[in-house]
């Protein structure tokens, strides 16, 4: 099933985690329709922007699959209203800022970049049908615990 022109359902359910642990990752349809939205609102103008495929990492978990994976069960991802995704050769900074610069997002969150590493870590992107924060955080682990800062 397509969700848009360049994803599809199965990119933006498939789970790693899910397939060795045998765990259900089925979104039902209203999770459906807010993948959807991230890919008509986030995805696919990336994608258009940068004129390169997007590698999806994780969209829609279930809550098993969210706490498998050392996620919260009120994750975005559970409802899938998020996606984590990468382009190759292009730093995920350049990627974060140019969405939060030129779209419509809830939360935009370098996740565990480095600036001395431009392509570490992986760009995490939300979107809310209604509501949307715009929250531009940065997500890294101190003393073994992931800390959420507002990039500036």
């Not at 259900?24 to 986030?42: D, F, M, R, T, Y």
């Not at 390169?52 to 699959?65: E, F, L, N, T």
């Not at 350049?94 to 392509?119: H, M, R």
């Amino acid at each position: 099933m397509n969700l848009s022109n360049n994803f599809t359902l199965n990119e933006l359910i498939y789970s790693d985690m899910a397939i060795r642990k045998g765990m259900n990752n089925e979104p039902n349809e209203e999770q459906i329709n807010n993948l959807k939205l991230v890919c008509e609102n986030i995805l696919e103008p990336v994608r258009a922007n940068f004129n390169s495929p997007v590698i999806v990492s994780s969209g829609y978990r279930s809550v098993a699959v969210c706490e498998a994976v050392g996620s919260s069960a009120k994750s975005q991802h559970t409802k899938g209203q998020a996606a984590d995704f990468e382009i190759v050769g292009i730093a995920n900074k350049d990627v974060a800022d140019w969405i939060v610069k030129n779209l419509d997002y809830d939360q935009c969150i370098l996740e565990f970049w480095k600036e001395s590493e431009p392509n570490s870590g992986w760009v995490h992107c939300s979107y809310n049908a209604v509501g949307n924060r715009k929250q531009y955080l940065k997500a890294q682990k101190i003393d073994g615990k992931i800390v959420y800062s507002p990039m500036g």
